[in-house]
């Protein structure tokens, strides 16, 4: 079971079994909502239980993908594809120990200028 929350409290959820790898996303929209690159896990819809679903907005930021954030607090929680069987976590919303590492980074001919990526890990152009 891995717990986690937002930065005031008012969402929190809990996932049942094991993370995926996380992968880090650089592109513009990523980076626009998180404030840098968004780093998160998938996990099956079905394993996720959240407690202050109330406090939870949605935001569509494509035809594809909505982005769900506290609405007391602000904080970047999940990126959803609702035609999908999975959501994507923030890596940084988890509390203590995932268990995981990054695996790659995604979307990186579009990330900042003002970075390196530097860690050895597999960038995806797209």
């Not at 939870?56 to 909505?66: D, F, H, I, L």
């Not at 790659?104 to 390196?116: N, T």
Request: charged content about 20%.
């Amino acid at each position: 079971m891995h717990r986690g929350s937002c930065l005031c409290g008012a969402v929190r959820f809990e996932v049942a079994g094991a993370l995926s790898a996380p992968d880090a996303c650089h592109c513009s929209i990523c980076r626009k909502q998180s404030g840098h690159y968004f780093a998160s896990a998938n996990v099956a819809k079905d394993s996720l239980t959240v407690a202050g679903e109330e406090n939870v907005t949605w935001y569509q930021s494509s035809a594809k993908v909505r982005r769900g954030f506290c609405s007391v607090c602000g904080s970047s929680l999940f990126f959803d594809p609702p035609h999908r069987d999975w959501i994507a976590i923030a890596m940084g919303a988890f509390d203590g120990p995932t268990g995981t590492h990054l695996e790659m980074h995604i979307f990186v001919a579009d990330k900042g200028d003002y970075y390196e990526i530097a860690d050895g890990l597999p960038q995806n152009a797209q």
